[in-house]
Every structure is written in structure tokens, then in C-alpha cells.
């Protein structure tokens, strides 16, 4: 490849027309009527007042400031500190791939795709459309089983894709080296666009929908009075407002800093390098596919008949933005001996391209999130301020349906998809340290093309939160992931066992883990096993008289007016019956509780609280999650230990299910010990302040030596909880998913005093009946041992119809099979019909994995019965070997 024409500086920014005056010079179609930009060549006085500023002039801003406007918002204000479009959108490889790991992402992206083709007919503004499709290659066969994946749960999605083999790859991509590659996934309707085009459309639109936009202009502080939004300082004034969107980028992370109540916004830069080629000598079309080489760690499109070639290495260089401006971040150097390993690879995946010329080596800003998504919603403890940034390289891909989603929340109050997995407040301050950030930042950008097989782990900004018991159980031989920034026990490897080729065992198949979480399991349904299960989310509510009650009444769907000592599983639902905290309820005193949540609800579950709290100097909500540690003590032997213990009875008759009491264990007083495991196993749960936590974690496991006791991990807990059709928040309940949907109408009182939050929406849901439902599927002619597994997301086919997808799944050791969560819906000639359960009963289901369908039997209920019979018959054989003897 030839080098003879590069240039070093950046191209220009967009060239933006401007309108001063309603009606002004516009030209180029009926949208552009009534267009306002204001530049600096004539800056007139900034608004006094606003019902929301936006702060960031790049394809994200507009999409939120379009998509607001579409609804029907006014006085939307966009503020730029540069020019529109100069940021990250004029450097974006104007790629939208609907090839993403999550199907949110997907759904964000394909919508951005149908938007940005209709703005040229609802702007006349050219946004560069082209849809040329792509090709995502596979070099080696576990490459190949992950598109496979992605193909079926893209077609689940109603996306059209296709696997193909080398010989298609060829045809499609004359260019493309095929020599060594297994298979690749076709995506048809992926497309390219011009971003600087896409951004001014998009500006374009929102203008004339009434959005007013200044450019030049930065915004220096968010102001807040009694906890919410009320005005914004910027270099050219104040503004008033009610809302605040942060779409600000690389600075997304520096401005929530700058507020007078801090946001955090955990999200870092990166240097993104991408080349640019002169015209090929055979100019390549401008609809040849997009070419996605992951093993290569590159992407490559069509560009002005030549190469636009970029990628993700290995070995990422930080951005440092304190203190520096916009200018200096973007007008960054080159660096051709950083690009070498692209550029080879790029050579090696299209040999023809080693004649052609180098017209520029383009390096230019990304920023990036601690776990590769990117950061949408209301932040926690600051309201009216929405953040909308970190988009990890996908920026113009997601940033229409993103912005959608975040226009849908600001005005309805929730988005019209389970965001979830984007949410901020999936994040808590500890996430904000800038150490952590580039740490983290340098693994997550090549972990793009990385090769993720299930249950992969990050392996930088670790040991962030762990239990008092970390130390200890580590030379034991725990294995850990991380939640939340907590650090959780996967498994514990047995003295012997090979721990290097254990940790780096990676596979779609039968995991070398196997038989030692099959042990855990067997110890749990047999002895005891102890699971440290600190990381769960702890808070207590007081009050000085029924106000606690009074809010739990109001939040919760079951009846918390429960006798002192009790445990109350319970959903808090949103006004449309979804579930916004799956948690369960002690009741310490009579105007005490005691509430468990998920790890991943702490910021959550908090924010939804206070939300919805009265300002009462008497009600106090306190996060106790640090000082508490957890033990579950799980199976039939796990009262023989607490008993020894404690010196008191923890039989059913002394100590019935549900049910909290604070003993004395060992030495340590105070313990909350609690009748319940969230595995559906017999077992014990051990709140104990940290102080106390090594001395009880000590006594439990030498009085239990005699009743075989051993540690367990989290997959073991997930293997248990599957079986028994325990649903988890985060995995299978989410804010769109209703009690009755998922067979949980026992924990909810309709005829409590308390008219609950979601109470009518459920009344109305019952009355229609549910057209969705949560079920149970056991897979059959699977082979554990040569099959792929199913791990989530995998689309389910009733009587050969797609129905819905899997949620989540594990092995179940006691049924020597898979087995898999997930929704169905019902479908009559396209609209949404009524399930029953004769409509489940009677149909056929297939769970496909990979491609492949796999027969599986459908259940509405848990098999705890199916257990009860087979431990029946195994003692009724045990009795008659005895008697026969």
C-alpha cells in the first residue's frame, strides 16, 4: 500500500446552513421552513428560559432534541461548545450494523437505520443512505458459533440474516481473501451513511420542529435546587429550565462532575484510528458490503470508491481530557506504527489492496463504558437530569433509536423497550474513579472483537468491593466474577485440580466446570454447602411511627402489615404493573423493616425509593449493604449446624419458613438469621454484622465438618434457583414484565387497605387475561456432552412458530438436563391473543441454539413435585431392598 498522498489534518467539519430568522433563506424543501441555527458570526442572547437544554451538538444530541420535538415537546434548547456535527459524529466510520451483543442495541440500531434513510425525504437533506448490507467473517469454528448465535437471535428479532459459507463471502465481496475463513453472517439490511449529513439532517428537522440551537456555546454548570434540575451557566449566560440532557460525549464524564450536585458518568476516551484510501483502480461500488473481521480486529467499507478501514486493537491509547479543550482533543496525530498490526491485517483480508494509495490516517476520539454499553436515563439523586453518551464506538448506529428511547422516557416517564442493560443507574459512584476508568477503558475497547463465550469475566478495576471472607475464601480456591463492582465466588476448585487450564478453559460446550459445580449442588440437596452472598443489596426503613408501612404499603404488591418477625417476598411495580424491584421484606419491629434486592438494584432500587418518598424528617431510608455479611446456608443438614450453633431448635416447628430472628451464633450476638435460601432448597440465610463475619464463617464451617460441609459458588445458586423456576430481576423480571405474567399473582394483594403502585394496571390485566407468559422448558434429545448449550436469549418455536426467547438456563443435576426460562407470546393473525394454560399444554416447543432446534416439554409450574415423587420412589426402593433382605 502506497503512502505517497496521506494528509495529517482531520477533514473540515461540516458546513451547516444557517438560518437567523423564521423563514430566513431557507432552502431544499417544505421541512426546512422556520429552521434556526445560531453561529457566532451573529450570536444573539440566549434564551432566559427553557423546558429543556441540551448539551451536545453531535448525532446524539439531535437525535434527542428530533425525537422530543416529534412528541410534541417545546422550548427545547441544543447547545454546542464547537461547531454541530465537529465532535466524534464527523469522525464516525458511518457504519449502522445491527450485528450487536445485546437486542436492545439491535433494536436501537436497526431503528436508526429505517430513520436515517427516511430524513432525506422528510428534510430533503441527502444523509448518504446506502444500504450495502454486511458480512460479519468467522476465521475459526468458535468465531462461527458466535454469529450463528446472533443470527438466531437476530431472526428472533425479525431482522433478516443469513449464515453463509466462504464461496458466498466471495461472490458478495470480490476483494475479500476467503482462504482461510469457516463461514460468515450475512446481514442484508445494514447500511452506511454520511454522520455529517445524518447530524445535519437531523438538526435540520429538530429546527424546524421548533428546536432552537446556538452554537459556540458551553455549558459550565448544571445549578439544582431541592434536588432536581433548575438552571444551567454557560459561557454566554444563565437558562432556566427543567430539564437537562448531558449528550456531551468524551466530556459526558467531565460535566457531571461540573454540576452542583456531581453525576457520574462512568465513561473514558480512547484514540480510534481508521484509514482512508484514494480510489481504488477499480473503484469499489458504494453498495459493496461492509466487511467486519473480528479475528482480524477489523472493519473495512466502501469509500468514494476507494477503502475506509478501522479497528479495535489490543492495545487502545488512553485520551486524557482534563483540562483540555475540543480542539486539542481532536486534532490528534497520527500514528502509523500503532496502526501496523490493522493495516496487516487489513492487507491480509484484501490483498488487492496492496497497489492502492493512502490518503489519510485518521485518528479521532471514542469514549467507552466500563462494560462495553452505553449510558441512558435519569440519573440517581439529581432529577431532570438525563444523560445519553458512552456509546463505545456504535455512536451512529444507536443514536437514533437511543435517542427515541430516552425522548420516550423524559415524556412518559419509561421508554417503549426495557432499557435495563443501558440504564445509568446501573452504575454507582464507585464506577467514577478515573483510575478505574482507564484501567478498564484499555480492556474494554479491544474486547469489541473479542471472541465472548458465556460467563467471560473483566479482568481490570477488580478486588473493587469484596466480602470480609474474600481472603479467606480465595485460598480455598474460589473462582470469581464481578457484579456491581462486588466480587462473587463462581465455584470453588478442589485441592488438585489444575487452576490455570481451569480459568482459561473457554467454550459454547460442556464447561470444565462441570463436575465441580455438580458437586456443589449435590452437597446443597444433601449435606450443607455455605454461599457468601454479601453482594446482595440491604436496606433499612424506619420511622418514628407508620410512615415506613404506609410507603412499603404503597410500593410493594403484597401486604407487608405482616406480625414482627415475618419475611414478605414481594415485587415493587411501576403504574404499568412491571416489575421495578423484585425483593424480599423483613419486618424488625413494628416500624422497622429490613429490604433485600438484587446487587445490580442498589442504585436502583434506592433511587426508586426516594422517588417516591414523602419529605418526612421521620422516615429514613439508610443503604446497609457494607455493613452486613451474608451466608446462605443451603440443605437438609444446615439446621443440624445452625442448632449446634446457636443452642436453639431451627426445626420447621420451632423456626417456620419465612420467618427472622436475631440470635447469638458462636460468640456473635445480633445475627438475623432468616428461614429461606432464594434457591427453594431448606437452608438458612445469616445476616451478620462484618465485625462478626470471619467468627461466624469459622464456627459454621467447623461445627459443620461433621455434616459434610463445603463451600459453593454462585453457579451452583443459579443451577438450583433454575429448577426450581425461581425468577430473578435482571435475568427474567424486568419493568415490563407483570406479576400475573410470571405466575406470581399469589404475592400480590389486590384487597389490601393500600392501593399499590401498578394495582389498576393488574386489575385490568387480569380482566383481559395475559398475553405473555413465563415458562419452563426442559430440553430433550439434548447431550450435555457433545451439544451446544443454551445460556440466554435463544428463540423458543411453539408448534414451529417463533414465540419468544429464553431469559436464562442452566444445567439441572437432578434432572440430568437443561433447563431453560424464558416468555412466550401469543399471536392471532398479528395481534396479541390471550394465553392459557390449554394453549401452552397443547403445543410443541423447540428451544434453537445456534441454529440448531432442540425438542424441549413446556411447564407452568416448578418440579418440586416431580422431586417429592422420585425422592418417594427412591425411598419406597430403599424400603423394599431392606424388606426383601
Given at each position: 500500500?502506497?503512502?505517497?498522498?496521506?494528509?495529517?489534518?482531520?477533514?473540515?467539519?461540516?458546513?451547516?446552513?444557517?438560518?437567523?430568522?423564521?423563514g430566513?433563506?431557507?432552502?431544499g424543501?417544505?421541512?426546512?421552513?422556520?429552521?434556526?441555527?445560531?453561529?457566532?458570526?451573529?450570536?444573539?442572547?440566549?434564551?432566559?428560559?427553557?423546558?429543556?437544554?441540551?448539551?451536545?451538538?453531535?448525532?446524539?444530541?439531535?437525535?434527542?432534541?428530533?425525537?422530543?420535538?416529534?412528541?410534541?415537546?417545546?422550548?427545547?434548547?441544543?447547545?454546542?461548545?464547537?461547531?454541530l456535527?465537529a465532535?466524534?459524529?464527523?469522525?464516525?466510520?458511518?457504519?449502522?450494523?445491527?450485528?450487536?451483543?445485546?437486542?436492545?442495541?439491535?433494536?436501537?440500531?436497526?431503528?436508526?437505520?429505517?430513520?436515517?434513510?427516511r430524513?432525506?425525504?422528510?428534510?430533503?437533506?441527502?444523509?448518504?443512505?446506502?444500504r450495502?448490507?454486511?458480512?460479519?467473517?468467522?476465521?475459526?469454528q468458535?468465531?462461527?458459533?458466535?454469529?450463528?448465535?446472533?443470527?438466531?437471535r437476530?431472526?428472533?428479532?425479525?431482522?433478516?440474516?443469513s449464515?453463509?459459507?466462504?464461496k458466498?463471502?466471495?461472490?458478495?465481496?470480490?476483494?475479500?481473501?476467503?482462504?482461510?475463513?469457516?463461514?460468515?453472517?450475512?446481514?442484508?439490511?445494514?447500511?452506511?451513511?454520511?454522520?455529517?449529513?445524518?447530524?445535519?439532517?437531523?438538526?435540520?428537522?429538530?429546527?424546524?420542529?421548533?428546536?432552537?440551537?446556538?452554537?459556540?456555546?458551553?455549558?459550565?454548570?448544571?445549578?439544582m435546587?431541592?434536588?432536581?434540575v433548575?438552571?444551567?451557566?454557560?459561557?454566554?449566560?444563565?437558562?432556566?429550565?427543567?430539564?437537562?440532557?448531558?449528550c456531551?460525549g468524551?466530556?459526558?464524564?467531565?460535566?457531571?462532575?461540573?454540576?452542583?450536585?456531581?453525576?457520574?458518568?462512568?465513561?473514558?476516551?480512547?484514540?480510534?484510528?481508521?484509514?482512508l484510501?484514494?480510489?481504488?483502480?477499480?473503484?469499489?461500488?458504494s453498495?459493496s458490503?461492509?466487511v467486519?473481521?473480528?479475528?482480524?480486529?477489523?472493519?473495512?467499507?466502501?469509500w468514494?470508491?476507494?477503502?475506509?478501514?478501522?479497528g479495535?486493537?489490543?492495545?487502545?491509547?488512553?485520551?486524557?481530557?482534563?483540562?483540555?479543550?475540543?480542539?486539542?482533543?481532536?486534532?490528534?496525530?497520527?500514528?502509523?506504527?500503532?496502526?501496523?498490526?490493522?493495516?496487516?491485517?487489513?492487507?491480509?483480508?484484501?490483498?488487492?489492496?496492496?497497489?492502492?494509495?493512502?490518503?489519510?490516517l485518521?485518528?479521532?476520539?471514542?469514549?467507552?463504558?466500563?462494560?462495553?454499553?452505553?449510558?441512558?436515563?435519569?440519573?440517581?439523586?439529581?432529577?431532570?437530569?438525563?444523560?445519553?453518551?458512552?456509546m463505545?464506538?456504535s455512536g451512529?448506529?444507536?443514536?437514533?433509536?437511543?435517542?427515541?428511547?430516552?425522548?420516550e422516557?423524559?415524556?412518559?416517564?419509561?421508554?417503549?423497550?426495557?432499557?435495563?442493560?443501558?440504564?445509568?443507574?446501573?452504575?454507582?459512584?464507585?464506577?467514577?474513579?478515573?483510575?478505574?476508568?482507564?484501567?478498564?477503558?484499555?480492556?474494554?475497547?479491544?474486547?469489541l472483537?473479542?471472541?465472548?463465550?458465556?460467563?467471560?469475566?473483566?479482568?481490570?478495576?477488580?478486588?473493587l468491593?469484596?466480602s470480609?471472607?474474600?481472603?479467606?475464601?480465595?485460598?480455598?480456591?474460589?473462582?470469581?466474577?464481578?457484579?456491581?463492582?462486588?466480587?462473587?465466588?463462581k465455584?470453588?476448585?478442589?485441592?488438585?485440580?489444575?487452576?490455570?487450564a481451569?480459568?482459561?478453559?473457554?467454550?459454547?460446550?460442556?464447561?470444565?466446570?462441570?463436575?465441580?459445580?455438580?458437586?456443589?449442588?449435590?452437597?446443597?440437596?444433601?449435606?450443607?454447602?455455605?454461599?457468601?452472598?454479601?453482594?446482595?443489596?440491604?436496606?433499612?426503613?424506619?420511622?418514628?411511627?407508620?410512615?415506613?408501612?404506609?410507603?412499603?404499603?404503597?410500593?410493594?404488591?403484597?401486604?407487608?402489615?405482616?406480625p414482627?418477625?415475618?419475611?414478605?417476598?414481594?415485587?415493587?411495580?411501576?403504574?404499568?404493573?412491571?416489575?421495578?424491584?423484585?425483593?424480599?421484606v423483613?419486618?424488625?419491629?413494628?416500624?422497622?423493616?429490613?429490604?433485600?434486592?438484587?446487587?445490580?438494584q442498589?442504585?436502583?432500587?434506592?433511587?426508586?425509593?426516594?422517588?417516591?418518598?414523602?419529605?418526612?424528617?421521620?422516615l429514613?431510608?439508610?443503604?446497609?449493604?457494607?455493613?452486613?455479611?451474608?451466608?446462605?446456608?443451603?440443605?437438609?443438614?444446615?439446621?443440624?449446624?445452625?442448632?449446634?450453633?446457636?443452642?436453639?431448635?431451627?426445626?420447621?416447628?420451632?423456626?417456620?419458613?419465612?420467618?427472622?430472628?436475631?440470635?447469638?451464633?458462636?460468640?456473635?450476638?445480633?445475627?438475623?438469621?432468616?428461614?429461606?435460601?432464594h434457591?427453594?432448597?431448606?437452608?438458612?440465610?445469616?445476616?451478620?454484622?462484618?465485625?462478626?463475619?470471619?467468627?461466624v464463617?469459622?464456627?459454621?464451617m467447623?461445627?459443620?465438618?461433621?455434616?459434610?460441609?463445603?463451600?459453593?459458588g454462585?453457579?451452583?445458586?443459579?443451577?438450583?434457583?433454575?429448577?426450581?423456576?425461581?425468577?430473578?430481576?435482571?435475568?427474567?423480571?424486568?419493568?415490563?414484565?407483570?406479576?400475573?405474567?410470571?405466575?406470581?399473582?399469589?404475592?400480590?394483594k389486590f384487597?389490601?387497605?393500600?392501593?399499590?403502585?401498578?394495582?389498576?394496571?393488574?386489575?385490568?390485566?387480569?380482566?383481559?387475561?395475559?398475553?405473555?407468559?413465563?415458562?419452563?422448558?426442559?430440553?430433550?434429545?439434548?447431550?450435555?456432552?457433545?451439544?451446544?448449550?443454551p445460556?440466554?436469549?435463544?428463540?423458543?418455536?411453539?408448534?414451529?412458530?417463533?414465540?419468544g426467547?429464553?431469559?436464562?438456563?442452566?444445567?439441572?443435576?437432578?434432572?440430568?438436563?437443561?433447563?431453560?426460562?424464558?416468555?412466550?407470546?401469543?399471536?392471532?393473525?398479528?395481534?396479541?391473543?390471550?394465553?392459557?394454560?390449554?394453549?401452552i399444554?397443547?403445543?410443541?416447543?423447540?428451544?434453537?441454539?445456534?441454529?440448531?432446534?432442540?425438542?424441549?416439554k413446556?411447564?407452568?409450574?416448578?418440579?418440586?413435585?416431580?422431586?417429592?415423587?422420585?425422592?418417594?420412589?427412591?425411598?419406597?426402593?430403599?424400603?423394599?431392598?431392606f424388606?426383601?433382605?
Amino acid at each position: 500500500m502506497r503512502g505517497g498522498a496521506w494528509c495529517v489534518c482531520p477533514r473540515a467539519p461540516v458546513l451547516l446552513r444557517r438560518w437567523l430568522c423564521v423563514g430566513g433563506g431557507a432552502s431544499g424543501g417544505q421541512a426546512q421552513r422556520g429552521v434556526r441555527f445560531f453561529s457566532s458570526e451573529a450570536p444573539p442572547t440566549l434564551p432566559a428560559r427553557a423546558r429543556v437544554l441540551i448539551c451536545g451538538g453531535g448525532v446524539v444530541g439531535t437525535s434527542v432534541a428530533y425525537h422530543l420535538a416529534k412528541l410534541g415537546w417545546t422550548e427545547i434548547l441544543l447547545l454546542e461548545q464547537g461547531r454541530l456535527g465537529a465532535g466524534t459524529t464527523r469522525f464516525c466510520a458511518g457504519i449502522v450494523s445491527v450485528a450487536k451483543p445485546l437486542s436492545i442495541e439491535s433494536q436501537m440500531a436497526d431503528y436508526s437505520s429505517a430513520l436515517y434513510e427516511r430524513l432525506q425525504q422528510e428534510t430533503g437533506v441527502s444523509t448518504g443512505f446506502v444500504r450495502t448490507g454486511s458480512l460479519c467473517l468467522a476465521q475459526n469454528q468458535d468465531r462461527f458459533l458466535s454469529l450463528k448465535r446472533l443470527a438466531s437471535r437476530l431472526k428472533a428479532l425479525g431482522v433478516a440474516c443469513s449464515i453463509i459459507k466462504p464461496k458466498e463471502v466471495s461472490k458478495l465481496h470480490p476483494l475479500v481473501n476467503i482462504h482461510d475463513l469457516v463461514g460468515a453472517l450475512h446481514l442484508p439490511g445494514d447500511a452506511v451513511v454520511s454522520p455529517p449529513d445524518v447530524n445535519h439532517a437531523m438538526a435540520v428537522a429538530a429546527a424546524a420542529n421548533g428546536v432552537q440551537i446556538f452554537e459556540h456555546t458551553s455549558v459550565t454548570h448544571v445549578l439544582m435546587k431541592n434536588g432536581h434540575v433548575a438552571a444551567v451557566e454557560t459561557d454566554r449566560g444563565s437558562v432556566e429550565c427543567e430539564y437537562f440532557v448531558n449528550c456531551a460525549g468524551q466530556w459526558a464524564y467531565e460535566l457531571g462532575q461540573s454540576s452542583e450536585v456531581k453525576v457520574s458518568v462512568p465513561l473514558h476516551g480512547c484514540e480510534h484510528f481508521y484509514l482512508l484510501t484514494k480510489p481504488l483502480s477499480e473503484p469499489l461500488p458504494s453498495d459493496s458490503p461492509v466487511v467486519i473481521d473480528m479475528d482480524g480486529r477489523i472493519y473495512a467499507r466502501s469509500w468514494h470508491g476507494g477503502i475506509l478501514s478501522g479497528g479495535f486493537e489490543k492495545n487502545p491509547k488512553p485520551i486524557f481530557t482534563e483540562g483540555r479543550n475540543q480542539l486539542e482533543v481532536q486534532n490528534m496525530q497520527e500514528d502509523w506504527d500503532h496502526f501496523e498490526p490493522m493495516l496487516s491485517a487489513l492487507l491480509r483480508r484484501m490483498p488487492a489492496l496492496e497497489a492502492c494509495e493512502v490518503q489519510q490516517l485518521v485518528n479521532c476520539p471514542e469514549s467507552f463504558t466500563p462494560d462495553m454499553r452505553c449510558l441512558m436515563g435519569e440519573t440517581p439523586g439529581a432529577g431532570g437530569y438525563f444523560v445519553l453518551a458512552g456509546m463505545n464506538s456504535s455512536g451512529l448506529s444507536f443514536a437514533g433509536g437511543a435517542g427515541k428511547f430516552l425522548a420516550e422516557w423524559m415524556t412518559h416517564g419509561y421508554p417503549s423497550a426495557n432499557v435495563w442493560p443501558l440504564d445509568i443507574k446501573r452504575f454507582g459512584n464507585l464506577q467514577s474513579s478515573r483510575t478505574f476508568l482507564r484501567h478498564r477503558v484499555m480492556e474494554v475497547m479491544p474486547l469489541l472483537y473479542e471472541l465472548k463465550v458465556p460467563r467471560w469475566d473483566f479482568q481490570t478495576g477488580r478486588q473493587l468491593r469484596t466480602s470480609p471472607l474474600y481472603d479467606r475464601l480465595d485460598t480455598q480456591g474460589a473462582r470469581w466474577m464481578e457484579k456491581h463492582g462486588f466480587e462473587r465466588a463462581k465455584y470453588f476448585v478442589p485441592a488438585g485440580k489444575d487452576l490455570l487450564a481451569l480459568d482459561q478453559s473457554k467454550t459454547f460446550y460442556k464447561p470444565d466446570w462441570f463436575d465441580i459445580v455438580g458437586a456443589e449442588v449435590k452437597c446443597c440437596k444433601e449435606a450443607v454447602c455455605v454461599i457468601d452472598m454479601s453482594s446482595f443489596t440491604k436496606f433499612e426503613l424506619t420511622s418514628s411511627g407508620d410512615q415506613a408501612l404506609h410507603l412499603l404499603q404503597r410500593l410493594c404488591a403484597n401486604d407487608l402489615d405482616v406480625p414482627v418477625g415475618h419475611i414478605v417476598h414481594t415485587g415493587m411495580l411501576n403504574a404499568r404493573g412491571g416489575y421495578e424491584n423484585d425483593c424480599s421484606v423483613v419486618r424488625l419491629s413494628k416500624n422497622s423493616f429490613f429490604i433485600i434486592s438484587p446487587t445490580d438494584q442498589q442504585v436502583h432500587c434506592w433511587s426508586w425509593m426516594k422517588q417516591h418518598m414523602p419529605s418526612d424528617p421521620q422516615l429514613h431510608l439508610e443503604d446497609v449493604s457494607w455493613k452486613y455479611t451474608a451466608l446462605n446456608l443451603i440443605g437438609p443438614r444446615a439446621m443440624d449446624v445452625l442448632s449446634e450453633l446457636s443452642y436453639v431448635s431451627m426445626t420447621p416447628e420451632h423456626f417456620p419458613s419465612l420467618f427472622c430472628k436475631e440470635m447469638s451464633v458462636g460468640y456473635a450476638n445480633g445475627i438475623r438469621v432468616m428461614s429461606m435460601t432464594h434457591t427453594g432448597e431448606p437452608g438458612f440465610m445469616l445476616y451478620i454484622p462484618i465485625e462478626y463475619a470471619l467468627h461466624v464463617y469459622n464456627e459454621v464451617m467447623s461445627v459443620g465438618q461433621k455434616y459434610g460441609i463445603r463451600n459453593a459458588g454462585y453457579y451452583a445458586l443459579r443451577s438450583l434457583r433454575i429448577e426450581k423456576f425461581f425468577a430473578f430481576w435482571g435475568q427474567d423480571l424486568d419493568s415490563f414484565t407483570t406479576p400475573l405474567e410470571c405466575g406470581r399473582e399469589f404475592r400480590v394483594k389486590f384487597d389490601k387497605d393500600t392501593d399499590f403502585l401498578g394495582r389498576a394496571a393488574l386489575l385490568q390485566q387480569r380482566e383481559l387475561g395475559v398475553t405473555r407468559r413465563f415458562l419452563m422448558l426442559v430440553l430433550e434429545d439434548h447431550d450435555a456432552e457433545l451439544d451446544l448449550w443454551p445460556w440466554w436469549g435463544e428463540p423458543i418455536y411453539r408448534s414451529g412458530q417463533l414465540a419468544g426467547t429464553t431469559s436464562s438456563s442452566a444445567y439441572s443435576y437432578t434432572l440430568q438436563r437443561h433447563v431453560c426460562l424464558g416468555f412466550i407470546r401469543r399471536l392471532e393473525d398479528g395481534a396479541p391473543a390471550v394465553i392459557t394454560p390449554e394453549f401452552i399444554n397443547r403445543g410443541d416447543y423447540e428451544v434453537e441454539i445456534a441454529g440448531q432446534r432442540f425438542p424441549a416439554k413446556a411447564k407452568l409450574y416448578p418440579f418440586s413435585s416431580l422431586f417429592a415423587q422420585q425422592r418417594r420412589r427412591k425411598e419406597d426402593l430403599e424400603l423394599s431392598n431392606f424388606q426383601s433382605k
